[in-house]
């Protein structure tokens, strides 16, 4: 049966080679993004793929969007939810220049919003489906040693707890969860230094995804399918 995924920040980056990957699959792909009518690689992908790929707008900043991707999301149920989207807020702040500003948005788009969008689309996530959250390395305590980034390691290590729950609580409805490090990615906010493509993080992080059951649910993954401490 063909595979329904639903991807966030779908337009860029990460998630637009999720996006390529999982169409490549044969999957049904609902790709979300703030504005789809500018989103020209989603558009020329949706050219190739006209029956399988739909664009759907939604900003993670504005839960009451949520409503509207249920609709379209109707009674076809997912099978797989990728919690993409992120922000990293300023970069090379040093601590005695913080200020409060970029905090709340930060933490509504990295935190706030996969557990919004987790618990609205929760009823429409098929028995076996799978959750995959996008955390990051900076939000574990253990690797830790570089100290900074105080508001995206806060964000990540949040979304962690939150993946944590959401694996107890989706459990009996049989769908497991992962937390996931893309690896260092070159993309908009990896930068052009980072060590590895789209390409080869997102072939990793669907083979972690692949092999994710409730066993292995509630855990923080490597895109190399290495577990990483919290
Ligand atoms: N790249 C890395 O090295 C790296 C490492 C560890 C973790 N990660 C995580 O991996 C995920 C993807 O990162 P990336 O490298 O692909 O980042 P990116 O190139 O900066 O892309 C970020 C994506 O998130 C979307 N987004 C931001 N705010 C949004 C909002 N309010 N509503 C909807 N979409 C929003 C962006 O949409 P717009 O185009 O509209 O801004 C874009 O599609 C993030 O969660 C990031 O924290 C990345």
Redesign the pocket.
Known sequence: MTQRVLI????????LAFCHHYLAQGAEVIAC???PEQAEALLALAESHPHTLSLVG????KPEQLSALCAFVQDQPLDLLIS?????GPKGIALGDYQAAPFDEIMQ??VLAPLLLVQALQPHLAPGAKVAL?S???GSMTDNGSGGAYFYRASKAAVNAIGRSLAVDLAPQQVAVALL?????K????GAH?LIDTDTSVQGMSQVIAELNLERSGQFYNYDGQTIGW
Do not use: F
């Open positions: 966030t920040g779908a337009n860029r980056g990460i998630g993004c703030r504005q939604l900003d993670l900043a993409n989207a992120g922000v990293y788009v990295n996008l990051s390395k900076m490090h893309p690896g260092w990615v993309t908009e906010m990896g980072a």
